[in-house]
DNA sequence: AAATATTTTTAGATTAACCTAAAAATATCG
DNA sequence: CGATATTTTTAGGTTAATCTAAAAATATTT
């Protein structure tokens, strides 16, 4: 039985892993879980021993089999939860993290499968990204940040890269919500701001929210 | 904040509290909660200063009012994830407390309140204990063991005192569910063994068992 | 490639929540 | 009521998860 503080560390390296073909770095496990690298490197040892990682020293993480699937599945409930407090709870997308953050620990294997279905096997979480199956697979779909987009091209809006609550707020704000469809009208020379088709209106965002918004072309 | 341990301490003072007008004894806790009495004595000086109990030495513990009102929201988290399980995830009554154990330390005002609003404010859980409301008052129905019942006497059966696995699946082998109507037919001298009707059908229990069921007298 | 900078690990402390063994206080019983 | 039993506390130890400071290894830069 894993404690909190084991499985919140699994999780930080399946996310750091994502874009990563080494191991994952003591020090960026440390920030993205607000720890210190000596914290950091003591799990590391535990998760080794108990074979979730593959660990040698100076050499950073990397996730066994068994690891990942492990790591899956706490994000599987983490994601399950979120859809369960949107859709069922009334809650926003951008005030669901922390609670799902409490809930991911819950040890039930019925609990998981029963909310899951209870929900109807949804594939997607409130910010768009993919939800694990019982199994640990996930359907990846294949999408581009807003930025990479050139003028004149179209998108749907299904993800966030960054979903801080100041973020998804500031979406909420603009009306830009999962499925919306975006075309870029015109790129900004001096600041790269992007200019918008949003559904039946127009505006403007900045680069940095753009790099924030995944879109599968249309 | 509170730590689990903290919250478990307090549930099990208040549950110790009913039957008892007097500090509930140190050891009373270390057994309900299976850790021995010098962790407890350690952990009612941490309650103390927090100021959730009072406690002198060697004179057990009493919850204060915030004590109180603490206890309750969790009691009320425990019972509302366990209408939850059973009405939405098709756990049965003898499965819902482990799971539910977990569940009453999430803290988040919004979802307790939320979760109440979704299963719409039930008054009892599936044990037929009453839920706090928000402002911790509970309802209590007068009702009395079915063992307190004489002969020709009939009750509606509204709880359970022990909740053990063992004795709700015992209930549901004998088809014994929340609001059946039970009569008694006769008492054995022997033996205590109470001979009841239960709706259509006529069975024998155990006069264990009968002190284990609560009814209101109809 | 040597010097410097950064990262990671080791060493040793701290805190919370438990434990055992023994001492102290309270309760019970002949 | 005094002896004995029980309960509770104290004293001191353990483990998990954190920390700081310093040492060691790796990476970078000139």
């Known amino acids: 039985m894993l404690s909190f503080s084991e499985e919140n560390h699994l999780k930080s390296i399946f996310h750091l892993s994502i874009d990563q073909k080494n191991g994952v770095s003591t020090n960026a496990i440390a920030e993205s ?3 210190k ?8 040892k535990k998760l080794c021993d108990k074979e979730l990682i ?3 020293k100076y050499q950073g993480a990397l996730l066994t089999e068994y690891g990942r699937k492990t790591a899956l599945n706490i994000i599987r409930k983490h994601r399950l939860w979120e859809v369960f407090l949107v859709e069922k709870l009334n809650f926003n997308w951008s005030e669901v993290h922390e609670v799902a953050e409490q809930l991911e620990h819950i040890k039930s294997q019925k609990l998981t499968n029963e909310l899951d279905k209870f929900l109807g096997y949804p594939t997607k979480d409130p910010h768009g990204d993919p939800i694990p199956n019982i199994a640990g697979f996930i359907k990846y779909t294949t999408k581009v940040l807003l930025s990479d987009l050139s003028i004149g091209e179209k998108g749907k809006f299904v993800g966030v890269k960054d979903s801080s609550s100041a973020f998804l707020k500031f979406l909420d704000k603009r009306k830009i919500a999962l499925g ?11 600041d790269d701001s992007l200019h918008i088709g949003l559904d039946e209106t127009n505006l403007s965002i900045s680069i940095k929210s753009a790099n924030n918004i995944y879109v599968t072309k249309i």
Chains 1, 2 share one sequence.
């Open 33 to 35: 879980l607000k720890t």
């Open 54 to 56: 593959t660990y040698k």
């Open 37 to 44: 690298a000596p914290s950091v490197t003591d799990m590391l």
């Open 180 to 190: 919306s469809n975006i075309e870029i009208l015109h790129i900004e020379d001096f």
